[in-house]
């Protein structure tokens, strides 16, 4: 069998992991939710258990690249490769992440905002803008020439309805998986969905003209994360979706090494 890495992106929420071959082509793609309490041989067996639904041995994984944004779980998935698979594990950073950072200080970008901006450079070679839609909204910016640049956060949309469900006595929790039909809201679910989703959809669009304003050449406007197809048909400047974009990063990182 080829060469396979697992990619692995620790996220607040979710924990995203992907099995790539020497080619950078995914062969497995599985989600968890991301668990603090947790011991390395309780993340190894559940790796193990959704590799084997895809008819992949733990042997079979030659290397791990990991991004992570909760700290007390980064150790933990270290040693999930080096004690449990016996393998090399690389981890993101803006140490390790090869490419120039232009920040007043580069320690204190998310490894996940980096992996982004490494697949993100990698696939397209031109000046980007990546929107990740996770627990945050994340906006990130690079040059032409494959600087990273900065961007902004802001909070994301899971997160924004919690603070309404907790901070308010009767605004229900609701599904966001499709958009008001308008935006004059005639219940309080439908008023919910507009100002969430289009709300978001105007947020994100209003950043993306203002970040471009401040680039030297036009962006390429990507967008990545779980909640990225429900935004994308409401906003008029993301021009694709790359699901992937992050896992894609983490391999590179690896291949780069």
Request: aromatic share 10%; proline share 5%; glycine share 8%.
């Amino acid at each position: 069998m080829s060469e396979l890495i697992l990619t692995v992106d620790i996220g607040n929420t979710t924990t995203t992991c992907g099995v790539y071959d020497e080619k950078g082509l995914i062969k497995a793609l599985f989600r968890f939710k991301t668990e603090k309490q947790v011991s390395s041989e309780e993340l190894f067996l559940k790796v193990s258990q959704f590799l084997s639904l895809f008819k992949i041995k733990s042997q079979d994984i030659k290397g791990l690249s990991l991004s992570c944004v909760v700290p007390p779980l980064e150790g933990l998935w270290v040693e999930v490769g080096r004690r449990w698979f016996l393998r090399e594990v690389v981890v993101a950073s803006s140490e390790t992440i090869k490419i120039p950072i232009d920040l007043l200080y580069p320690g204190e970008v998310g490894a996940d905002r980096l992996a982004n901006a490494l697949g993100g450079w990698e696939k397209y070679r031109t000046a980007l803008i990546i929107v990740d839609f996770g627990t945050a909204i994340t906006f990130d910016c690079l040059s032409d020439k494959g600087v990273y640049l900065g961007g902004a956060i802001a909070p994301g949309i899971f997160l924004s309805m919690e603070a309404l469900f907790r901070g308010t006595a009767k605004l229900p929790r609701i599904d966001l998986s499709k958009p008001p039909e308008k935006a004059i809201g005639k219940d309080t679910v439908s008023a919910l969905k507009s100002g969430l989703l289009f709300g978001f959809a105007g947020l994100t669009d209003s950043l993306i003209e203002k970040l471009s304003e401040e680039m030297p050449f036009k962006p390429k406007v990507i967008a990545t994360g779980g909640l990225a197809p429900i935004i994308f048909p409401l906003t008029k400047n993301i021009e694709k979706i790359d699901p992937t974009l992050t896992l894609d990063g983490l391999f590179y990182l690896w291949k780069n090494r």
